[in-house]
């Protein structure tokens, strides 16, 4: 009797252990790649039964994106746009981190110009576009002037945040230690802030992708968003689909990176989304 | 001194509490409005306009019988796009939170779409829907829904799996399921992508009258800025701000208020 049941016990440990990937598999990865086909399949065929020829489907649009990853206008256009928004948000990020701890530790900072953040950060921010467009004309600083403004202030108000969380202690035991107040912003405010920090700065990436799409539309300066608005308006929507697709793909980067990184980097810290 | 420094005591206790709240506010924005009328009046009128002309232009377009007309065209647009996204997105978000496999399989591709720069889809918009005001109430939608559906999802993630397995051990039915356990618990969640998506359909709003017809506030600040009317542009600046402010302000008070049953 014991000596049947001893393989038998053996296997079920042997099932059990294989189980967490087959089970992740099927209870996981299987729906959604099923979801995902039925998406793609119902577009494919609603646009097939219902739209003109021009509409952009699955299918032509997997045929249009070897014609126009090698065509160098859109490559340019990807590049203009990646580096403007590589540019406004390193300038967003080093303003933004500056008046943010300046906000997060100074009261009298903070009572004076935290209306005027929080009443930007409401703003819709392509309504500045029109401003901008008669302030800088219609070049490449309008569109950083835009992405600036709309990464700018997620940055801040994070960062804001995160100086005001800081535990007492530390700056209580920095402050004991004759610490100067440079050094303790730096060694201390920054680093605990870091995490904020992230998290604002990945509504920053999102929301800099749309000011820089945006101000392409509004002031028809060469970059992604100029090569879909171009090429919807000459009925060639499956070019210009790749082109959202690749804008996608930054999105969810950024989102995957900011992730990433505050898992590596800062284990110890999760938190939600903060703010819109 | 010491009388000194009592006098002080005395004199900001006689004034009224809600008055010394609010006094660092006050302060703070008239000295921003200082600031702004010093900076305008110091630099080019075409590029940057004084509050008291602002104000002052404001008062000229209300007057003209043009800008209250327009303002009320783009809050149609906002409240319909809206109320649709809300409609939608807030019973889709449960739906996927009660039938697992779904949730599993949709959540990836919310994700992404969430992610996606949706301003992006305006060109295929216009170039399939035209000019009229569904397209434009359909952008002002999918800005919105998103952080809906997302936030209930996640809403519907916080459900501890025991809840429902006493619900059912209790034959609970499937709409007592939903009223006393699946609504109450994502309901906060929801609410907290309802502050989301109201900031959002405002860019939606303001996209859609920018990109697609010209009609409401997008149009007056567009027509200001083509004629460098720059005082029309800060007038319409103004009072979008403004209105931003606010439905910010109500978007937090309604997430405050249903954050009470929130643990």
Known sequence: MTESTAPVSLTVASVRKSDPLAERVRTTFMPRLLTGIAIVLAWEFVVRGLAPAYVAKPSTVLMAVPKVVVDPAFQKATGATLIAVAEGLAIALVLGTAIGLLIGRSAAFDRAIRHYVNGFYAMPMIIVLPLFSLWFGYSSATRIATIIFAAIFSIIVNVADGARSVPKEYMEVARSFRADRLSMLTGIVLPSSMPYLLAGFRLAAGRALIGAVVAEFFISIGGLGYYILYNSRSYHHNEAFVGVLLLAAFGVGFELLVNWSTRRFMPWYRRDEKAG | ?263
Do not use: C
Request: proline residues 5%; positive net charge.
């Open chain 2, 1 to 263: 001194m010491t009388a000194s420094v009592r006098n002080r005591l005395t004199w900001t206790e006689s004034v009224p509490r809600s008055l010394r709240h609010h006094a660092p506010f006050w302060i703070s924005i008239v000295a921003g409005i200082a600031v702004w009328e010093a900076a305008g009046r110091s630099t080019s009128a075409a590029f940057m306009v004084p509050f008291s002309e602002t104000i002052h232009r404001l008062w000229q377009l209300i007057v003209a019988g043009d800008f209250i007309p327009q303002l009320l065209d783009s809050a149609v647009l906002f409240f319909t796009g809206f109320a649709i996204a809300l409609l939608v997105g807030a019973p889709f978000g449960m739906l996927l939170a009660r039938i697992r496999a779904l949730r599993i399989g949709v959540e990836p591709y919310i994700m992404i779409i969430y992610a996606t720069p949706l301003v992006a889809l305006i060109p295929f918009i216009l170039s399939l829907m035209g000019f009229g005001f569904a397209p434009k109430v359909l952008v002002v939608f999918l800005f919105a829904v998103f952080p809906v559906i997302y936030n209930t999802v996640e809403g519907a993630r916080s459900i501890k799996p025991e809840l429902i397995e006493v619900a059912r051990s209790f034959r609970s039915s499937e709409w007592a399921l939903w009223r006393e356990v699946m609504l109450p618990y994502t309901l906060p969640f929801t609410m907290t992508g309802v502050r989301q998506a109201i900031g959002r359909a405002l860019v939606g709003m303001v996209a859609a009258e920018f990109f697609l017809s010209s009609t409401g506030l997008g149009q007056v600040i567009m027509g200001a800025s083509q004629n460098f009317d720059t005082a029309g542009v800060f007038a319409s600046i103004f009072v979008i701000g403004l209105v931003g402010v606010a439905f910010m302000r109500v978007g937090l008070a309604i997430e405050r208020h249903f954050a009470r049953w929130r643990n």
